[in-house]
């Protein structure tokens, strides 16, 4: 089946520092990819939608200048958490939306990474 | 707005038992419901589905019915394993960009 892969899934870094996510999507091309944030205990909260060659779309709440979010290529979407602080500790999951055709689409998740903020 | 509700956790279960996890939703119009599993240490998996209502969605001996007059989709097995101790997220869908997950459950299977 279709794989998306999550890299790195696990970081540790100090307060300020910026930490870039990939999410790619092994044996299939991706026009739309998700990013997610899941707090301990908590669901999965998205957090912005990534289409490949324009802007993401931010959700409500989620700053955009704080979680950059870049989807140039089919395969690939990077989240950068700039300026890291310890509340953007948290689990960041991605999926990425597969579509054979315009009624047969499926998201396949990728295995999320754990930031640590210290 | 949209929103899923699901039985508050953790459950804990001794192999072979009788699952049931409780989900109800609210939503606009007629969304897909999807139960979603989560293993220790891994993403997230689609378990099962179901995109109207009565469909009923099985996978790995999960079941789960589409059912429109209650607004729910509980998540069923008849004898669960060790192995299937993982968080469980309902979640419902009227488009991929807006998929609205459930708190999730806690299921710990005991020997």
């Known amino acids: 089946g279709a794989v998306v892969s999550q890299h790195p899934s696990r970081v540790i870094c100090k307060s300020g520092t910026s930490v870039k996510i990939e999410c790619r999507s092994l044996d299939f091309q991706a026009t739309t990819m998700f990013w997610y944030r899941q707090f301990p205990k908590q669901s999965l909260m998205l957090m912005a939608t990534?289409?490949?060659?324009?802007?993401?779309?931010?959700e409500q709440g989620v700053e955009k200048d704080k979680f950059l979010i870049n989807h140039a290529s089919l395969t690939l979407s990077t989240l950068t958490v700039t300026s890291a602080h310890p509340e953007d500790s948290s689990f960041y999951i991605c999926?990425?939306?597969?579509?054979?055709?315009?009624?047969?689409?499926?998201?396949?998740f990728g295995s999320g990474t754990q930031l640590s903020v210290l | 707005g949209d929103s899923v509700t699901q039985m508050e956790g953790p459950v804990t279960l001794s192999e072979e038992a009788f699952l049931t996890i409780n989900c109800t939703y609210t939503?606009?119009?007629?969304?897909?419901l999807f139960w979603y599993v989560q293993y220790p240490g891994e993403g997230l998996q689609l378990l099962l589905k179901a995109t109207k209502a009565d469909d009923k969605g099985s996978n790995k001996g999960f079941e789960a019915t589409y059912r429109k007059e209650t607004t729910s989709f509980h998540l069923e097995k008849g004898s669960v394993q060790v192995s299937d101790s993982a968080v469980y997220f309902c979640?419902?869908?009227?488009?991929?960009?807006?998929?609205?997950f459930g708190p999730g459950t806690s299921l710990s299977v005991i020997p």
């Open positions: 979640a419902l869908s009227t488009s991929y960009d807006k998929v609205i």
């Open positions: 999926s990425a939306l597969h579509s054979w055709d315009s009624h047969n689409e499926k998201l396949f």
């Open positions: 939503a606009t119009g007629y969304p897909s």
């Open positions: 990534s289409n490949e060659g324009s802007k993401a779309t931010y």
